[in-house]
């Protein structure tokens, strides 16, 4: 076996580990909260808001071939043209 496949197998069997873990992790804290109806949670009253389908949009921060975007973008504004142009959330 070449050294890379090898490294990529640990890699892979690790990130396994750690995403069992994790939805271990969420269900028991599902499981444990109390559900908010529309009108406690702005997401959602965002979302039924919208008669049919609802877009919601993100801002991310950095890019898989720029890198870093900070200094480059400003959320908030990004944010305000998102909800400006019909975004939902």
């Known amino acids: 076996m070449r050294p890379v496949a090898d490294v990529l197998r640990r890699i892979v069997a690790r ?3 750690v995403v069992a873990g994790a939805s271990d992790l969420g269900l028991e804290m599902a499981a444990r909260a109390e559900p908010l109806g529309v009108e406690e949670n702005a997401f ?10 609802a877009v919601i949009a993100e801002v991310k921060m950095g890019s898989p071939r720029i890198g870093s975007l900070a200094g480059r973008v400003d959320p908030v504004a990004q944010a305000r043209r ?6 939902a959330a």
Do not use: P, S, T, V
């Open 44 to 53: 959602l009253a965002a979302l039924a808001a919208r008669r049919g389908r």
């Open 15 to 17: 990130r396994r580990e």
């Open 82 to 87: 998102y909800a400006a142009n019909g975004a």
